[in-house]
Each structure stands twice: as C-alpha cells, then as structure tokens.
C-alpha cells in the first residue's frame, strides 16, 4: 500500500489529518524525518503557526530540501493553510517589518497579508475563521483533488495570510472575504488548499480521500 508522510514541524496537531487519512482507508503516518519524506508515496504538509517558525524548522531539519526532492521526482504533495502558504517562494509572517523568507519555492508567487477592506470601502474581520465557499475554477474539472465535489462548496478556514500564485493557470478555486483570494491551487503534483479539509466535515473528508487515491495512483506508475 503507497505510504502517506503528514510532515511534523513541531506546531499544532495534527491528528485529525492522519484520522482522515486512516479513516479513508490510506497508510499514513506523521514524522519530523527527512528519510521519511525521501521515502514516501506521497506527502501533505498541513498548517499551524507562522511562516517564519514553519520554514525554519523545516530548513534545518533537512524536511525542506527532502520535500525538493520529492517534489521534483513527481510525488505527490498537499499543503493545507499554512502548508499552502509554505510551497510558494517567499512569505513574510512573522518576520521582522520589512523583512521576507524564501519559502519551498515549490509554486511561484508570495504569500500577503490579507486585505481587512472591502472595495466600497467596509471593513471585515481579519484573520479570517469560519465556513466560506470555494469556486472552483472550471467547477473543478481536470482537478482530481476536487472529483465528487460541487463546485461552491463551503470549506473551513481560519488564517491572516493568503498566497498570490504568478501564474494564473495555478488557481484552482477562489473565495471571497473582502476581497476575491487564491483558495486552492494546483501546480502539476502540487495541490495545496487555503482551507482546512480536516475540519471540513464530509466534504474534507472527501478531498482527503481524494488526495490518497492520487497518491496511489502515482505509486502504481502515473499521476493524472
């Protein structure tokens, strides 16, 4: 059975993503290794924390340049909110003003901070924590990720900081909060949500379940 790495850098829990997994019937299993991203079928990489504590302890525990490595041989990978946020090439969260950090560089683009206004002016909540609908761009056709799911659905979010992908061709769903953001991309093998599918009741369930069964195909010799 193709083996699914949840990649561990020692922020938030991340339990409730391997049960989705496991749940599904899929073989995953949560580590801090590097050998252990070098040997997976797949890899998803979910979000809690900051840019800056996320990217640095994924640099030094050599996870970063693993998942490089992966990525380039075609594996497949997920990142969830901040694991979103983490696969483009530069972020500034947590940094000092003025500051930046190179991120995975597994997308091009940068991750900002949120707009609080709307165009007319009013103001919204930021961060941004609750059910909001995602419209998936061709009502999600050609994206295995989103098979068996409507096109608006609502998914869970919660987070300050959105990715700008540099090409459009990588946006694979949008929301609105204030302002239209990126809420799901895909960049051939790398799929990545803006949302929390594991907190997203029977509709996250499936975009997991989605995810493992890419993740098989890719073992048994090819990625859709």
């Known amino acids: 059975m193709a083996r699914i790495c949840i990649i561990d850098y020692r922020r938030g829990n991340l339990a409730s993503v391997h049960r989705g997994l496991t749940d599904a019937g899929f073989d995953a299993f949560i580590s801090d290794r590097a050998e252990d991203v070098l040997s997976a079928d797949g890899l998803l990489l979910p979000g809690v924390g900051s ?23 075609g594996v497949p990978f997920l990142g969830i909110c ?32 949120m707009p609080a206004l709307m165009p007319q002016g009013e103001k919204v909540k930021v961060p941004h924590v609750g059910w909001n609908s995602v419209e998936l761009v061709n009502g999600g056709q050609g994206n295995p990720l989103f098979d068996g799911i409507e096109d608006g659905s609502y998914f869970y979010f919660t987070h300050s900081f959105v990715g700008v992908p540099a090409n459009k ?7 609105v909060h204030a302002q239209p953001f990126v809420s799901a991309i895909r960049h051939g093998n790398v799929f990545a949500t803006q949302f929390h599918p594991e907190k997203s009741s029977a509709v996250g369930m ?16 090819g990625l859709r």
């Open 82 to 113: 901040l694991g979103l946020q983490l696969v483009y090439e530069q972020g500034n969260e947590g940094c000092a003003q003025g500051e930046t950090l190179p991120g995975l560089g597994l997308v091009p683009g940068e991750v900002v901070r």
């Open 169 to 175: 061709e990588d946006v694979a769903g949008i929301t």
């Open 51 to 73: 840019f800056k504590d996320a990217i640095t302890f994924l640099e030094q525990s050599g996870q970063a340049d693993a998942i490089r490595k992966r990525v380039a041989q």
């Open 206 to 221: 499936r975009l997991l379940a989605n995810f493992g069964r890419l993740v098989e195909e890719y073992s048994q010799g």
